[in-house]
């Protein structure tokens, strides 16, 4: 009986686990397209997350030229005492609504304010149980508002998580993965949190410089 119960937890998190790759995918994908299609972008961190969800991730056109089904995705939705900056929900939430993903996004530029502010006000937030974790697994993007050497700062948070930040309550760092196509920047990182719950954070990097850039330039000619 112990092995058949063992043998459905893993089978069960093989499916919420490969749902939710299929997620992480589409926002890769539709980070892709934002960028082919020359997107400008205010260096604004709501600003950049609201584009990225209702131009693209919402958007009936994209969602079918991305592929994208049985995925709704909310920005800014209300989680316990704050906002979540999205919420994505998948076919099972009809049935269970407390079933969701949650996706915090924040800006980084390389500089020590910006990465604590990623530790603080993003990894803190799962592991100190402000935001919920039904599955255990949720995630955060990093939108890199200037061009930036990406492994050095996965390095960078990594060690002011461990040095000035105890309740990441770190048991694996950011380490790099493969998702999808030939994206470079994902990451995944293991916590403990305040209940003694382990957690995973998936960490997408997306490089929108250009796009802010570009953004600038066209105000400067206006």
Do not use: W
Request: charged share 25%; net charge positive.
């Amino acid at each position: 009986m112990t092995m058949l119960i063992a043998d459905k937890f893993t089978y069960s998190r093989k499916i919420y686990v490969t749902s939710f790759y299929r997620i992480l995918s589409y926002i890769i994908n539709a980070y892709a397209l934002l960028i082919k299609n020359k997107e400008p972008l205010e260096n604004n961190e709501n600003s950049i997350r609201d584009i990225l969800v209702e131009k693209y991730l919402n958007n009936h056109v994209k969602r079918e030229q991305l592929g994208i089904e049985n995925v709704i995705f909310n920005r800014e939705v209300s989680e316990n005492s704050g906002f979540v900056d999205i919420k994505v929900q998948t076919a099972i939430a009809l049935n269970n609504p407390d079933a969701y993903y949650i996706f915090e996004c924040k800006r980084l530029d390389g500089s020590n304010d910006l990465n604590k502010k990623y530790i603080q006000e993003g990894i803190l937030r799962f592991t100190l149980g402000k935001y919920s974790a039904y599955y255990s697994l949720n995630g955060m993007l990093g939108f890199e508002v200037k061009k930036i050497d990406t492994p050095a700062n996965m390095d960078k948070i990594n060690r002011l998580a461990i040095s000035e930040f105890k309740e990441t309550n770190i048991i694996k760092g950011l380490t790099g993965i493969h998702i999808t196509g030939d994206f470079k920047y994902s990451y995944i990182s293991m916590h403990k949190t305040t209940s003694s719950k382990t957690i995973e954070l998936y960490h997408l990097m997306l490089d929108i410089s250009d796009a802010i850039s570009m953004n600038r330039a066209q105000k400067l000619k206006g």
